[in-house]
Structure formats: structure tokens, C-alpha cells
């Protein structure tokens, strides 16, 4: 069994790993994972692969099994809440079958791994030096957080893959805080060379350093090196060099210049510098004492008043179609509302809430579909549906209400760049309606214009390309899409993106 770097990105950096064994393949996205992560021109695999060769077949069958009871969980649940919980089970389990002392040994007696020079075998206090036990690796604490790096190896497929999964519910900040939370239960969290580092990391951090920042940004000053230890863990320490090639170089200092770095600017991973404000009644003593956070004011991404209108709105969706079109059959808003009631437990994809932020614009703040419940989501849903088959879009009708096709066996997509471009007549109609150009990022001898509603029918024709679709129209419905009222499933049709400029023309010439 191993594990192997298969796909690589048009910069080189490597985007899929596979679990190799006995004949038998499982693939793990990593293409969001640090991008220095896999910079260091060797083999990041070679000492996991090298325990696990040592381990007998049975051993490495039951190792293989957990990482596809992982892979079946990725594929099969959306739910982050549900994903973690599974996900906190089989990594523990996966575990099991890591024990750092067997780890310990196999590096010891079986391992071409050297120390690198300057370690000592006894911690020396001097006066010469501010060096403190706490911020001091010895032999053996170093012996055993490059035997805990080579466990944490086997972290590196499922961390990938849960940080493309979650990223967007748990933002920029805090994905590597959540996926390094998946070691919780784990044998590996509660160890010993895993509290050293803990505590290396707490005395490595700056003191004088203000904590306003990760404060407001949703981090307690209890829990900011919690924060730092995850960024170290699955950043660095997880993808460090243990071979121990470059002598005066180490993993310590490797993640001591990260530490620095990180708690240093760590105003710019959160909400950018904060100004210190003294706030009357801060530092006193007792429970008046004020926090932090109640002395700062802090601005609504989307005012609540406003979600609240567009709920209330949204609870008379037959209301909403007749505003933007007072003609609209009212049995076809309803039957398009009953019929996505079947999405409510389905993923609602980011080039569908386009479509509806498109088509609802004139009544509904783009912004604000973003900031409601799932239930007043699908009353969007049908109404714009409903609206896009009334005015003749009925692919676009189909696509919007779709769920994503998840037979692997079966797949229909296709390419975009194979795909029918925007006509010329539409896009002279789109510069008229359009007229305020991008201007292009980078130098270019010849300056071409980018036309950001033709920008944004390729970005939403290439999210809709990334899917097969299976249609939840009504069979009357879908027989006038496909010709085959029993054939749900479905491709992005080969002229999505001249599907969608008709409609961009159509609602900014007020004709929809």
C-alpha cells in the first residue's frame, strides 16, 4: 500500500493523490491545499510508505478499508456537521492503526533518517542564551515530532479533500482549523509529542503582540493558539522535511519562521489592522468587566432588516412573479414552487443561485438571497423557474431546479472550451447594455476589453459544465427539454453560454 502524487496543475503543483493497494485505487482531491505545501523537491511520501510496507498484508487491508469507508463519506454526504462527525470516527479508527511508539520504531531501525546538528541531549541553563526549556527541542523530543510528522502523513488525502469540500462554510481563516479538528478523538492528539509542540508553539508567540484582530474576527485570545498550532500542524509540519538532508536545517526552525510569520500578520487573516480603543470600564475588576468585543461596533455584512423584508417577501412567491411578470400563469408558479420542494434535502449549486440572483434582481437584492434560510431559498427557486419556463428558457429552467448526477459510471460532461460562444450579434447587444469594461490585470501589449457580463456568462457556463444534472421537472416538462419525458438525466447543453447571453439581454433591455 501508498500513497503517490497522480494529477499536477498548469503550475506544477500537484492537485489528486491515490491510495495505492494491491491493485486497487482511491483518489483524494488536493488541489486546495497549501500551495508551498509540496514545494520541496522530494518524496513527501516515502517514510509513510516505508512503515506501511513493513506491516503485514492483513494490517494494510484494514488501513485500506478505513480510508474507503472516508472516500465513501466524502461522496456520499454534503452536510459539513454530519461530514465532521463521520469523519471524527474514521480518523480515530485510522489511528488505531498508527501507534507513534511502532512508528517510533520503524523509524528507528528501519529508516535512513538522520538528526540534524546542533540537538542536545540535555536541556542547559546559561545566562548567555534567552533559550527556554519549553522553547527547546532535545534528541528525543525531536525524534519523536518527526515520528508524529510521519503519521500525520497519512493526513494529508483526507485533509485535502475536506478542505475543498468545506472551504466555503468554513472560510479562508478557519479551514485549517477545522480540518485539524479531525484529529480530536484521534491517539495522535492526546499524545505526548503533540502537547510538546503545543507547548512550543504557545511560548513562541510574540507576547507584546495585540490579539484585537483574531478577537474580532471570531478568535478568543484562549483560543488563538489553538488556531496557530492547526496552521503549524496541517501548513507545515504535516509537509516538512524529515529526511534530515540539510543538516543545519530542521522541522523546528521550519515551523518556528512559520509561527513568527503567522502571529506577526495575523491582522490580515482576519479583518485587516485594528486601531486599540480604550473603552470605558475595560480592565476593571470583577464582572463589570467588559470584553473585547463590546467595545467595537461591528458592520453588518447585509443589513438583518433587510433579510427580514426579503423573508417576508419571499413567503408570497406568486406575488414576487407578478411583479416582474404580471402576465405569468399563477398554477405554473405554484407547481414550480411544490416541484423544488424535492431540493430540500439536495445541495443548491453556485451557478443556480446566480440564475436566480439574475432573474430576481429588479425585486429581490442579489446580496440578500445569499443570507436566507434554505426553505425561502427554494421559494426563490420555484419563482424564478417558473419565470425562466413562462419566458421560454427551458433548459435554463431545467438546469436551475436540477440536482447534480452522481453516477461516476454515467458521466455526460463536457469541456467548456469545446462549448458555442457568445454570437457576435450578442455581444455587440451585451457592449451597448454592458458598456463599463474591466480593465486587464497584468501587461499586455494589445489591451482587450472584457466585457464583465460576457466575463460572468463564461464563469456561470463553466460552473453548470463542471456537473451532470438529473432533471426534477414534471415529465410533460422534460420531454419538451430532452424529447424523452422518462430520460432525467441530463449535460449542460453545447450552447449554454448563447442560452444564457438571451437571457442577460432580455433582463437588461427590460424585454424579460
Given at each position: 500500500?501508498?500513497?503517490?502524487?497522480?494529477?499536477?496543475?498548469?503550475?506544477?503543483?500537484?492537485?489528486?493523490?491515490?491510495?495505492?493497494?494491491?491493485?486497487?485505487?482511491?483518489?483524494?482531491?488536493?488541489?486546495?491545499?497549501?500551495?508551498?505545501?509540496?514545494?520541496?523537491?522530494?518524496?513527501?511520501?516515502?517514510?509513510?510508505?516505508?512503515?506501511?510496507?513493513?506491516?503485514?498484508?492483513?494490517?494494510?487491508?484494514?488501513?485500506?478499508?478505513?480510508?474507503?469507508?472516508?472516500?465513501?463519506?466524502?461522496?456520499?454526504?454534503?452536510?459539513?456537521?454530519?461530514?465532521?462527525?463521520?469523519?471524527?470516527?474514521?480518523?480515530?479508527?485510522?489511528?488505531?492503526?498508527?501507534?507513534?511508539?511502532?512508528?517510533?520504531?520503524?523509524?528507528?531501525?528501519?529508516?535512513?533518517?538522520?538528526?540534524?546538528?546542533?540537538?542536545?541531549?540535555?536541556?542547559?541553563?546559561?545566562?548567555?542564551?534567552?533559550?527556554?526549556?519549553?522553547?527547546?527541542?532535545?534528541?528525543?523530543?525531536?525524534?519523536?515530532?518527526?515520528?508524529?510528522?510521519?503519521?500525520?502523513?497519512?493526513?494529508?488525502?483526507?485533509?485535502?479533500?475536506?478542505?475543498?469540500?468545506?472551504?466555503?462554510?468554513?472560510?479562508?481563516?478557519?479551514?485549517?482549523?477545522?480540518?485539524?479538528?479531525?484529529?480530536?478523538?484521534?491517539?495522535?492528539?492526546?499524545?505526548?509529542?503533540?502537547?510538546?509542540?503545543?507547548?512550543?508553539?504557545?511560548?513562541?508567540?510574540?507576547?507584546?503582540?495585540?490579539?484585537?484582530?483574531?478577537?474580532?474576527?471570531?478568535?478568543?485570545?484562549?483560543?488563538?493558539?489553538?488556531?496557530?498550532?492547526?496552521?503549524?500542524?496541517?501548513?507545515?509540519?504535516?509537509?516538512?522535511?524529515?529526511?534530515?538532508?540539510?543538516?543545519?536545517?530542521?522541522?523546528?526552525?521550519?515551523?518556528?519562521?512559520?509561527?513568527?510569520?503567522?502571529?506577526?500578520?495575523?491582522?490580515?487573516?482576519?479583518?485587516?489592522?485594528?486601531?486599540?480603543?480604550?473603552?470605558?470600564g475595560q480592565g476593571q475588576e470583577g464582572e463589570n468587566n467588559l470584553s473585547k468585543l463590546e467595545g467595537y461596533k461591528i458592520k453588518q455584512e447585509f443589513p438583518a432588516g433587510d433579510i427580514a423584508i426579503i423573508g417576508f417577501y419571499l413567503?408570497?412567491?406568486?406575488?414576487?412573479?407578478?411583479?416582474?411578470?404580471?402576465?405569468?400563469?399563477?398554477?405554473?408558479?405554484?407547481?414550480?414552487?411544490?416541484?423544488?420542494?424535492?431540493?430540500?434535502?439536495?445541495?443548491?449549486?453556485?451557478?443556480?443561485?446566480?440564475?436566480?440572483?439574475?432573474?430576481?434582481?429588479?425585486?429581490?437584492?442579489?446580496?440578500?438571497?445569499?443570507?436566507?434560510?434554505?426553505?425561502?431559498?427554494?421559494?426563490?427557486?420555484?419563482?424564478?423557474?417558473?419565470?425562466?419556463?413562462?419566458?421560454?428558457?427551458?433548459?435554463?429552467?431545467?438546469?436551475?431546479?436540477a440536482t447534480e448526477q452522481l453516477n461516476q459510471e454515467e458521466l455526460l460532461l463536457g469541456g467548456t472550451d469545446s462549448r458555442a460562444r457568445i454570437t457576435r450579434e450578442q455581444m455587440e447587444q451585451l457592449d451597448v447594455l454592458y458598456p463599463?469594461?474591466?480593465?486587464?490585470?497584468?501587461?499586455?501589449?494589445?489591451?482587450?476589453?472584457?466585457?464583465?457580463?460576457?466575463?460572468?456568462?463564461?464563469?456561470?457556463?463553466?460552473?453548470?459544465?463542471?456537473?451532470?444534472?438529473?432533471?426534477?421537472?414534471?415529465?410533460?416538462?422534460?420531454?419538451?427539454?430532452?424529447?424523452?419525458?422518462?430520460?432525467?438525466?441530463?449535460?449542460?447543453?453545447?450552447?449554454?453560454?448563447?442560452?444564457?447571453?438571451?437571457?442577460?439581454?432580455?433582463?437588461?433591455?427590460?424585454?424579460?
Amino acid at each position: 500500500m501508498k500513497l503517490l502524487m497522480n494529477e499536477f496543475g498548469i503550475h506544477g503543483s500537484p492537485t489528486e493523490v491515490l491510495l495505492d493497494h494491491a491493485g486497487e485505487q482511491l483518489a483524494f482531491n488536493i488541489a486546495l491545499f497549501d500551495k508551498m505545501s509540496f514545494s520541496g523537491g522530494f518524496d513527501i511520501f516515502e517514510e509513510i510508505n516505508g512503515y506501511w510496507s513493513r506491516l503485514p498484508v492483513t494490517e494494510q487491508d484494514k488501513i485500506f478499508i478505513i480510508y474507503k469507508k472516508i472516500k465513501d463519506v466524502f461522496d456520499s454526504v454534503w452536510d459539513m456537521s454530519e461530514l465532521t462527525r463521520q469523519l471524527y470516527v474514521l480518523v480515530k479508527e485510522l489511528y488505531d492503526h498508527h501507534e507513534l511508539t511502532d512508528i517510533r520504531h520503524w523509524m528507528d531501525f528501519h529508516s535512513n533518517l538522520v538528526l540534524p546538528d546542533g540537538l542536545r541531549d540535555s536541556f542547559l541553563t546559561s545566562q548567555e542564551t534567552s533559550s527556554t526549556r519549553e522553547r527547546t527541542y532535545l534528541k528525543d523530543d525531536y525524534k519523536w515530532l518527526v515520528t508524529m510528522t510521519i503519521a500525520l502523513r497519512a493526513m494529508i488525502p483526507i485533509w485535502g479533500e475536506f478542505i475543498a469540500r468545506t472551504r466555503k462554510e468554513t472560510g479562508t481563516v478557519f479551514k485549517e482549523y477545522y480540518a485539524f479538528q479531525l484529529l480530536a478523538y484521534s491517539n495522535i492528539a492526546k499524545s505526548e509529542p503533540m502537547e510538546r509542540l503545543r507547548v512550543y508553539v504557545e511560548h513562541s508567540m510574540a507576547t507584546d503582540k495585540s490579539m484585537s484582530a483574531a478577537i474580532l474576527g471570531g478568535i478568543s485570545s484562549e483560543d488563538f493558539p489553538t488556531w496557530v498550532l492547526g496552521l503549524v500542524v496541517v501548513r507545515r509540519l504535516t509537509v516538512g522535511d524529515v529526511r534530515g538532508v540539510e543538516t543545519n536545517s530542521s522541522l523546528v526552525t521550519f515551523i518556528y519562521k512559520f509561527i513568527g510569520q503567522k502571529v506577526k500578520g495575523h491582522d490580515n487573516s482576519f479583518i485587516g489592522l485594528v486601531k486599540e480603543k480604550v473603552v470605558e470600564g475595560q480592565g476593571q475588576e470583577g464582572e463589570n468587566n467588559l470584553s473585547k468585543l463590546e467595545g467595537y461596533k461591528i458592520k453588518q455584512e447585509f443589513p438583518a432588516g433587510d433579510i427580514a423584508i426579503i423573508g417576508f417577501y419571499l413567503q408570497n412567491p406568486l406575488n414576487i412573479a407578478k411583479m416582474i411578470c404580471p402576465e405569468i400563469d399563477p398554477e405554473l408558479v405554484l407547481q414550480s414552487i411544490v416541484n423544488v420542494q424535492s431540493l430540500d434535502v439536495e445541495q443548491i449549486w453556485k451557478p443556480q443561485t446566480v440564475l436566480m440572483q439574475w432573474v430576481l434582481s429588479s425585486v429581490i437584492p442579489p446580496r440578500g438571497l445569499l443570507h436566507i434560510s434554505k426553505a425561502l431559498s427554494l421559494n426563490a427557486m420555484g419563482v424564478t423557474s417558473a419565470l425562466l419556463w413562462h419566458r421560454g428558457h427551458y433548459e435554463l429552467a431545467g438546469l436551475l431546479s436540477a440536482t447534480e448526477q452522481l453516477n461516476q459510471e454515467e458521466l455526460l460532461l463536457g469541456g467548456t472550451d469545446s462549448r458555442a460562444r457568445i454570437t457576435r450579434e450578442q455581444m455587440e447587444q451585451l457592449d451597448v447594455l454592458y458598456p463599463f469594461s474591466r480593465k486587464p490585470v497584468g501587461k499586455q501589449k494589445v489591451i482587450k476589453r472584457l466585457n464583465p457580463a460576457a466575463e460572468a456568462i463564461d464563469s456561470v457556463a463553466s460552473m453548470f459544465s463542471g456537473h451532470d444534472w438529473k432533471l426534477t421537472l414534471p415529465s410533460e416538462m422534460i420531454e419538451k427539454i430532452t424529447g424523452n419525458p422518462n430520460n432525467r438525466r441530463y449535460a449542460t447543453p453545447y450552447d449554454i453560454k448563447i442560452k444564457l447571453a438571451k437571457l442577460a439581454i432580455e433582463l437588461a433591455s427590460r424585454t424579460f
